[in-house]
C-alpha cells in the first residue's frame, strides 16, 4: 500500500463540510488506464493491485485475488475496504464526492457499484460501496456503508445521503451502515 501512496500526487487537504460536496466522476479500464503495482508470482495463485488515476490528485487502489476486487481511495497506507465473500467485481465508474479547500478539489468521499455473482454464477446483487477517502495528512480509508444498488436512482440518492458523513466517520471506531436488505452479503464487521 506504500506504494499507493508513492504513485500518487502530493497533496495537503484540509477538512471540508458535507453541505459542499459536489460530484465528479472516473471511468477507468485497469488493463488500460491503470498502474500494475503487483501481482502474483508463478505459482502464488492469482492476485494483483492496480493503481488508478482519480480527482485532484487523488488515486485509488483495486485489489483483485480469486475472483474477488476490493477498492482503497487515496492516500492509504492499509486496506479500505474488506472485500465481499461472493465472487464480485467494481464498475469501471467511481464518483468522487468532492469540496474545495484552498482552491483545490478535494475527494472526501467515493461511491463505487459492485457486482456480485450467486451461487449460480449469475451477477444479481450490486451494491454501492461508499468509501471515506484517505487525505494526505491521515484519516485513513475505509467503507463509510453499503447501500442495495437493484432500486436505481434512489439507491443513487441514499448512497450520496451516506457520503455526506464520511468526513466525520472515524475509521476503526464507527460501524459501516448497512441497509437490511443486503446485510447476508456485507462482511461482518
Known amino acids: 500500500m506504500k506504494l499507493l501512496a508513492a504513485a500518487i500526487f502530493v497533496l495537503v487537504a484540509v477538512p471540508v463540510s458535507a453541505a459542499e460536496l459536489t460530484s465528479e466522476y472516473t471511468r477507468n479500464d485497469p488493463q488500460r488506464d ?17 493503481v488508478c488515476p482519480g480527482i485532484g490528485g487523488y488515486s485509488y487502489l483495486i485489489s483483485s485475488t480469486d475472483g474477488r476486487e476490493a477498492v482503497t481511495y487515496g492516500f492509504a497506507q492499509r486496506p479500505g ?4 465473500g461472493a465472487f464480485n467485481y467494481a464498475h469501471s465508474t467511481v464518483e468522487w464526492r468532492v469540496g ?8 472526501v468521499a467515493a461511491i463505487q457499484r459492485f457486482y456480485l455473482a450467486n451461487q449460480n454464477g449469475e451477477w444479481k446483487t450490486q451494491i454501492l460501496v461508499v468509501s471515506k477517502v484517505a487525505q494526505r495528512d491521515g484519516g485513513g480509508a475505509c467503507v463509510v456503508g453499503y447501500v442495495s444498488a437493484n432500486e ?5 440518492r441514499r448512497a450520496r445521503e451516506l457520503s455526506n458523513s464520511a468526513g466525520s ?9 448497512v441497509e437490511a436488505s443486503i446485510r447476508q452479503h456485507v462482511p461482518q464487521f
Open 152 to 156: 436505481g436512482a434512489s439507491a443513487n
Open 169 to 177: 466517520f472515524r475509521c476503526g471506531r464507527d460501524k459501516p451502515a
Open 100 to 107: 474545495r479547500s484552498r482552491g483545490k478539489t478535494v475527494p
Open 34 to 50: 491503470c498502474k500494475l503495482v503487483k501481482q502474483a508470482a508463478a505459482g502464488e495463485g492469482d492476485w494483483s493491485d492496480v
Open 81 to 84: 475496504m474488506p472485500t465481499f
